[in-house]
């Protein structure tokens, strides 16, 4: 006999919640921000809004269902089933954070605060559950494949995410590595600079959308043109490359197809490799390891 579904509901801590714990009570959090220009109940009714959101989608899950509730700062324990419908209520950026922890479960993403987020993962409203929950599991619902990023260490170390990957050094530091790419005769660069992008099209409405702006759009990088979320091209910028006589900075940007690779050997005592802006969850690599980083063979499946 097979499972029933099961609803993950996913979920994070509330702005409001965070300043409560710190401050111990709601009066001492509202009077830390009076002393800093802002006003508690603007933080509150965020809150309140997101928490009538997990009740509201917590009634809308059928009754024949199994349902449980994660933490985003407990997803890298949580052991998702393959029966799962993972429900994300929240943020945009949520539905990234889960994305690397799945192997192909639906994805429904849950708006708590229109207007606030941009709503391109989060795409459905609270009072949508009732009717979408039941219907994710029937033929024919649509889903969106959208293009994931893998990075891959030497020592099989594995990293995947939805937007982008970062390779460089931790902090400020300048990172060293070689760069080369598969599919330009084996030739290498050395570089020194502030680490490596490689962005999905679901990438490109964050972070590499705001590097390639700065390289002028599209202009001046050879009309280097952002991909959409389900196309098989990855971008990648090089942020800084500094020249000097054992550095170069022809290698600075560029897009890879579906088979395509960007390799990165270091060059430095420690660099890491993290994915949609998770740094505590990142890949550390050392002097001489070499990493590839290209199109994911897995895929995020959201629902509508």
Do not use: C
Not at 36 to 58: M, P
Not at 139 to 148: H, I, K, R, S, V
């Amino acid at each position: 006999m097979s499972l029933a579904p099961r609803a993950v509901l996913v979920h994070r801590t509330t702005e409001y919640e965070e300043l409560v714990a710190r401050h111990g009570t709601h009066g001492q959090a509202a009077f830390f921000l009076s002393s800093r220009g802002r006003d508690i109940e603007e933080v509150a009714e965020r809150h309140r809004r997101t928490r009538r959101a997990l009740a509201e989608v917590t009634a809308a899950i059928p009754l024949t269902w199994r349902q449980t509730r994660v933490e985003r700062r407990d997803l890298d324990r949580f052991l998702f089933a393959p029966e799962d419908v993972v429900v994300v209520v929240g943020q945009d950026g949520l539905v990234a954070n889960v994305a690397k922890y799945l192997a192909g479960q639906p994805v429904v993403g849950i708006d708590t605060d229109p207007g606030r987020n941009p709503g391109v993962l989060v795409r459905h409203r609270p009072g949508d559950a009732r009717l979408l929950l039941p219907a994710v599991l029937a033929a024919g619902t649509g889903t969106a494949e959208l293009t994931m990023v893998e990075a891959v260490a030497d020592d099989t170390q594995r990293l995947l995410a939805l937007n982008e990957i970062y390779l460089g050094a931790p902090g400020h530091q300048t990172a060293r590595y070689r760069l080369g790419l598969d599919d330009d005769g084996g030739a290498v660069e050395a570089q020194a600079s502030s680490g490596v992008l490689v962005g999905t099209g679901t990438g490109a409405t964050g972070w590499i959308r705001s590097v390639w702006q700065e390289r002028g759009g599209g202009r001046t990088e050879a009309g280097l043109r952002l991909p959409g979320p389900s196309e098989d091209r990855l971008v990648w910028f090089v942020r800084e490359a500094w020249p000097s006589p054992a550095t170069g900075t022809s290698l600075v940007a560029g897009e890879l197809t579906a088979g395509g690779h960007l390799t990165l050997t270091v060059e430095s005592e420690r660099l890491i490799a993290f994915g949609d802006g998770i740094e505590s969850d990142a890949v550390e690599l050392t002097w001489g390891q070499r990493v590839r980083v290209g199109r994911a063979g897995a895929a995020l499946r959201l629902v509508g």
